[in-house]
């Protein structure tokens, strides 16, 4: 049985993300019943090679059934893609197919075809409706809901975007056995993030629940992706667009895990691998400067999250990077202020904060 919830923001759309087994084949009829689409004929599919192959015949056979003309592109898999240049060939064949602000498209598969296809729509003809259709358990637990969208560039990732909210959310639970193992724990990097920084409740459901989780059992993982969008789509109903410092929190070990990620060539780790890194970074950043009344309850909570972790099978990462390499990459990080590191640090389980910590420190943890 599917599972739907609704994502209702100020000033927006609300939405629906629809959970489930083979729900794929009913993608075109779910469209046809939001009011927006009754009339829109045109469709662009944006996918990628490894996707593609395996889900684009029967997406779009789903949207023809239901009287949509559809197109489809498909770039070259991986985080190169995420580009300004692979966007702007996009934006070329949007133009050259005679598409207008009538179209809607539908971005089908992990998060770099997410965040590269939702950061088209916001920008074609100054904003186009967008479906996410997400097959890893990464996007579908994170990156399909929110609305951030965008692409790298050499300087950093996702440093030029936009937010730009899904008008349908559909999370086929069946495109997951296709994934690889290595990206299967990437996707739980974000289950523990988003347990860890919502409540007790999640986060000791998500340790009782580890194995099973990590074991791909199909009760426990359509549990846990209804779980981190419930908790996501709270936060960015309270803060939207990142501006009244609440949607802050989902930054959780992406500080370091993003300059990991690009210090190493994107691509050598998995996104939730350096999450997983930078959570037992941020958990001993927190440590450090804990008080000493409150710094046996900081590093009790330390030890469970990286109990947590090990549980998912992601374990500590031996990157080879220097403290200085990856101190450079942080300083391109969205919450650098005035060229001052700003990290979310977690000192118990729902109870976070973001601080400015200076260069000496942050070094010093690095060294550790």
């Known amino acids: 049985m599917a599972t739907k919830v609704i994502v209702s923001l100020p000033g927006e759309h609300d939405y ?7 729900i794929i084949a009913a993608l075109g009829c779910n469209l046809r019943e939001i009011e927006r689409f009754s009339t829109i004929r045109d469709v662009l599919v944006i996918t990628d090679s490894d996707v593609g192959p395996l889900y684009l ?6 949207l023809s059934q239901a009287g949509f003309k559809a197109a489809d592109i ?3 898999a991986g985080e190169n893609s995420k580009s300004l240049e692979i966007a702007g060939e996009i934006w070329s064949a949007m133009a050259q197919l005679g598409m207008g602000r009538d179209c809607v498209v539908v971005a089908l598969g992990g998060g770099v075809v997410g965040d590269l296809a939702g950061y088209v729509a916001a920008s074609y003809m100054r904003g186009v409706p967008v479906v996410q259709v997400p097959t890893t358990l990464l996007a579908m637990v994170d990156s399909s809901v929110g609305g951030k969208t965008a692409v790298n560039l050499p300087e950093g990732k996702n440093l030029v975007g936009a937010f730009w909210q899904p008008s349908f959310v559909c999370a086929d639970t069946d495109t997951l056995a296709t994934l690889p193992d290595r990206e299967w724990r990437c996707g739980c990097g974000e289950v523990a993030k988003s347990a860890v920084i919502d409540s007790d409740d999640f986060f000791f459901w998500l340790t009782n629940h580890a194995h099973e989780l990590a074991n791909r059992d199909s009760e426990t993982t359509q549990e846990a992706i209804a779980r981190c969008v419930v908790f996501k789509a709270d936060v960015v109903a309270r ?3 990142e501006s009244e410092g609440v949607r802050e929190c989902l930054n959780y ?55 947590l972790l090990d549980a998912l099978g992601l374990e500590s990462l031996n990157h080879g990077l220097s403290p ?22 977690v000192d118990d389980i729902a109870s976070w904060r973001v601080e400015t910590l200076s260069d000496d420190l942050v070094l010093a943890a690095l060294g550790g």
């Open 324 to 345: 200085e390499e990856l101190l450079a990459a942080m300083k391109h990080d969205k919450k650098v202020r005035s060229g001052e590191l700003r990290f979310v640090l």
């Open 74 to 76: 498909v770039v070259p």
């Open 16 to 22: 629906s993300v629809r959970i489930g087994s083979g």
């Open 239 to 241: 803060d939207k667009t």
């Open 57 to 62: 015949a029967q997406v779009k056979a789903s």
């Open 253 to 307: 070990g992406h500080t370091l895990g993003h300059a990991i990620e690009s210090c190493a060539s994107f691509g050598t780790f998995s996104h939730g691998a350096c999450v997983a890194e930078g959570m037992r970074f941020a958990a001993r950043l927190a440590q450090s400067v804990a008080p000493e009344a409150g710094r046996g309850a900081v590093e009790a909570f330390a030890e469970a999250q990286a109990e």
